[in-house]
């Protein structure tokens, strides 16, 4: 458990040399024993997609699917944790898959319910599963092996995962992008300062990270992020979506700003299938 803590406080981006330092032994042992946990459980039924609700003008209109990892000893290992794990090792690419798998075939369920068969749902998605050979076969075969439709399909990916070779990323999206696929710049404004990319990527969707959204009432540089977001999303044609929004006073600042589209825990948390679609039911328009 205090291992657990270490990588916990690590995921966290705090100092924690010194506190580690004498037992680094310990920790990569820990890590070792971390990562066969991920490869048995996966095999075990361990993880779970949890759905967090996306709003677009006060109606849900999607979900971005969440990993979750219900650990029999150690209990819930937050995706902070694990995911980078994953990423190192090589195991996101079965654990990616899985989730994408999960995903469509949540979507295939969802089309048979006029309720939700409108719903988009987005797919984070690593750099490591997004740069392996054969990775836009992939997700086209599970989208045919599934029944899931493309354009219900959104994919989240990350501006260090898209610049390290813009050329090929933009090869691999459009080939996506022609049967439907949507592509969504997840974490925008905390990566690279040059823009110039944008434009030669065909995305759908800035998502303003979670950072900038926390202080937007009282950090006036953070508000100025956001607007400064928002307008860029405005003129590349591009939609804003704000990610972390807990507060009415948050909303409605993004409201002001003409951002409409937002997800947060001032809605709803990430929850498994089940809640997420009796949330929708609720939330529908009588
Ligand atoms: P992300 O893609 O930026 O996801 C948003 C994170 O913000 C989620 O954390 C979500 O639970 C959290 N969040 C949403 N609303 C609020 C809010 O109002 N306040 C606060 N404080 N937090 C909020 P989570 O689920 O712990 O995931 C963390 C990260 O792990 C994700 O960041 C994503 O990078 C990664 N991740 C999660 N699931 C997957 C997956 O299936 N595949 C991959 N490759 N990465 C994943
Ligand atoms: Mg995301
Ligand atoms: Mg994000
Ligand atoms: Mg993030």
New binding site residues.
């Given amino acids: 458990r205090v291992d657990l803590a270490m990588y916990q406080a690590k995921a966290a981006g705090r100092d924690t040399l010194r506190f580690y330092d004498p037992s680094m032994h310990a920790l990569a042992n820990e890590r070792a024993a971390l990562e066969e946990d991920m490869r048995a459980g996966l095999a075990k039924g361990e993880f779970e ?2 759905y ?1 609700p996306q709003v677009d003008h006060g109606r849900i209109v999607g979900a ?4 979750r990892w219900h650990h029999p000893q150690r209990g819930f290992v ?3 944790v694990f ?1 980078p794990m994953a990423e190192d090792s090589g195991q ?1 690419l079965p ?2 898959q899985w ?1 994408l798998e999960q995903a469509c075939l949540t979507l295939a369920q969802w089309a048979c319910d006029p309720q939700l068969a409108e719903l988009v749902l987005a ?4 750099p490591r ?1 997004f740069r392996q050979a054969g990775f836009v076969q992939q997700v086209l075969a599970t989208l045919a092996s599934t029944g899931a439709a493309p354009r219900r399909l959104k994919l ?1 990916l990350t501006e260090g995962l898209l610049l390290h070779d813009v050329n090929e990323s933009a090869t691999r999206m459009t080939e996506l992008k022609s049967y439907g696929v949507g592509f969504s710049l ?2 925008f404004g905390t990566g690279y300062s040059s823009l110039s990319y944008l434009k030669r990527l065909p995305l759908d969707q800035l ?1 303003i ?2 950072s900038f959204v926390r202080d937007v009432l009282t950090d006036p540089n953070d508000a100025s992020i956001v607007r400064t977001i928002v307008a860029l999303g405005a003129s590349l044609g591009l939609q804003v979506m704000a ?4 507060t009415v006073a948050q909303q409605e600042f993004l409201a002001r700003q003409h951002c409409y589209a937002w ?4 809605l709803s ?2 929850v498994p299938a089940e809640p997420f679609v009796a949330l929708v039911r609720g939330h529908a328009p009588a």
């Fill in positions: 997609l949890y967090q971005e699917a969440l990993l937050s995706p902070s995911i996101i654990l990616g989730v797919v984070n998605v690593s599963q989240e997840d974490d998502k990270d979670q990610e972390g929004v807990e997800q947060g825990y001032l948390r990430p």
